[in-house]
């Protein structure tokens, strides 16, 4: 048998696992809700219904994504250990990174099924309510997509070694500061503090960078997206994620399973 | 040929905010021959566990090597025809057994159809059938612990490690899982099987390894590890006169009144022979006398003193 079978395998269980759990059904009836209170909102604010829809719509779509990424992520493998499932996987000829590889790739399906059924809602808003749907918003939702694979390694990265609370914390403050580097970098330049500058530039090109998958603001304004910059964004977020996975299983690799 | 086989196996464990190391398991060298049933003795902590983890590659030895079908515990194909069932039957229990097997059937690559035709044979040999699309979570700890040993089984295997297989078990449960063990033997499987309930591992087992505070004490097979010397007997008598109460629970290693019948318990075959014919002299009943061969109790119990005296 092969290690993309068993890999395959895993993805499985680990979507089967996912899509029963209740949470799962909360986030995506708030996500809904949210998308469809575009509809109210575009009504106080006269004259600019179409940027509220995509607006609300694409952040709608990416928060409780990046919500339900760090949630199952950061307790998709320290679960297994807890509860000891993990005993009678990685007691059958199974690698152990056939088996974060499977987890993450579970965890990845589940996520294209939530994006793809919150874009389904946003569609639905856009359709009722005779606004254009353009192709960069296709774009936009792909990145938001690539984002949430990042996240998820980063979830994954931090779970194999800590809790899953330290993990979540971990995420959620590299998320939000993955979106705030350009930002923090320019403060760099502008500031006297010795050192400061530097740092800042460092954690700039060290840390992932999440602004640069965010097309949701062109998108929203139908601005053309530039074909160069999405696929150096995707380049960038596989590549990312790939290290971070890589990351990921040499830690697992060394665990003792007690 | 070996179906186990250890050398020279240690682990040490870090533990604590100064990771004081402890060593669960010291120098261990097992021989696990195929088509046997192989008792791992010891009481709870003594590195039983510890050893089946590096076995079953859930556990990194800190030295030493281990076998599995003479392939190196470190190469996961060492576990292809291995079925392991861990201790505690922590399952996924959000899947129905049969769900649950078809699982692990597929992690171990078996075709769609074979899962398909075995798993069902698989829960009726286990006495799940009834219970086969019900959730694990609904199951009561014996279905649960039969739950976990047909994924032992799922894969059709040549050697089968049981962690502790009849802990909790009622009487009935523990002897279906003895009458499996048996059953597996017969099919030419080799069972490694972990257990502190000695009466069971005395019952079933080929070759047996007691080991406590991670070494191994005692290492062989059962008839020339226990041999057949007496080393004790049991009289149970009544109708005796308060004198000679007296004088044979003197004698004895233990007395015990049970109602109006008396037992006790010698150190030799000839002492309690000697109470015998006292009994019968003096116009007591005898109910029973039992000649007491070496048992693993008392294997252990050795093992226990050879520790202490180390």
Request: contains cysteine.
């Amino acid at each position: 048998m092969s290690s993309l079978s068993r890999i395959w395998v895993l993805a499985r269980n680990t979507y089967r696992e996912a899509v029963r759990d209740k949470l799962l059904y909360n986030l995506l009836l708030f996500a809904a809700l949210m998308i469809a209170s575009s509809i109210l909102l575009a009504q106080i604010q006269i004259g600019k219904d179409e940027r509220i829809y995509r607006d609300i719509g694409l952040s709608s779509i990416a928060f409780f994504g990046v919500l339900i990424a760090i949630f199952v992520g950061i307790n998709l493998v320290y679960r297994e250990i807890s509860t000891k499932t993990v005993y009678t996987m990685l007691s059958k000829p199974v690698h152990r990174w056939e088996f974060i590889l499977g987890k993450y790739f579970g965890l990845l399906s589940l996520l294209a099924v939530e994006v793809a059924i919150m874009s389904a809602c946003f569609l639905g808003v856009l359709v009722w309510k005779g606004s254009e749907f353009s192709i960069g918003l296709v774009w936009a939702i792909g990145m938001i997509y690539l984002e949430l694979a990042l996240v998820t390694a980063i979830a994954m990265f931090f779970s194999s070694f800590t809790s899953p609370y330290l993990a979540g914390m971990f995420t959620v403050a590299l998320w939000i500061v993955g979106h705030l580097l350009a930002d923090l970098r320019a403060f760099g330049k502008t500031s006297d503090i010795a050192g400061l500058r530097e740092l800042l530039e460092a954690l700039y090109w060290t840390l992932p960078n999440l602004d640069r998958l965010d097309f949701k603001a062109d998108a929203s304004a139908g601005n053309p997206i530039e074909l160069a910059r999405a696929g150096m964004a995707a380049l960038y977020a596989l590549l990312y994620s790939f290290t971070l996975m890589a990351g990921a299983i040499v830690l697992f690799q060394r665990r003792d399973f007690r | 040929m070996s179906a186990i086989r250890t050398r020279g196996l240690r682990k040490t464990f870090r533990t604590g905010f100064w990771m004081r190391p402890v060593e669960a398991v010291v120098d261990v060298d097992l021989d696990v021959k195929a088509g046997e049933i192989f008792g791992f003795i010891g009481p709870n902590g003594a590195g039983k566990t510890t050893t089946i983890k590096v076995l079953t590659g859930l556990v990194l030895p800190t030295a030493g090597q281990a076998w599995v079908n003479e392939i190196q515990v470190s190469d996961p194909n060492s576990r292809a025809r291995l079925g392991f069932l861990p201790e505690g039957t922590f399952f996924h229990d959000y899947l129905s057994a049969t769900e649950f097997l078809d699982f692990h059937g597929a992690l171990l690559g078996i075709p769609k159809e074979v899962r398909r035709a075995r798993i069902p044979k698989l829960l009726e040999r286990v006495g799940l059938s009834g219970a086969a699309d019900r959730q694990i979570r609904r199951y009561s700890k014996g279905m649960r612990q039969r739950a976990g040993l047909a994924q032992a089984l799922v894969g059709d295997p040549d050697i089968v490690i049981l962690d502790e297989p009849m802990s909790g078990l009622d009487p009935i449960g523990r002897k279906d899982i003895r009458d499996i063990i048996l059953a597996l033997r017969d099919e030419g499987k080799t069972v490694f099987f972990s257990s502190h309930i000695l009466e069971d591992a005395e019952v079933i087992c080929d070759q047996v390894a007691i080991i406590l505070s991670g070494r191994i004490v005692k290492q062989g097979y059962l008839d020339e590890l226990l041999g057949q010397e007496v080393v004790g007997s049991e009289l149970v008598v009544e109708s005796i006169s308060e004198s000679l109460h007296a004088e044979l629970q003197r004698a004895s290693r233990r007395a015990v009144v049970q109602g109006s019948r008396f037992l006790f318990e010698f150190a030799g075959e000839s002492d309690g022979e000697k109470a015998l014919d006292r009994v019968r002299a003096s116009g007591g009943r005898v109910r029973s006398f039992v000649p007491r061969r070496k048992s693993l109790e008392d294997l252990l119990l050795e093992g226990l003193q050879q520790e202490k005296n180390r």
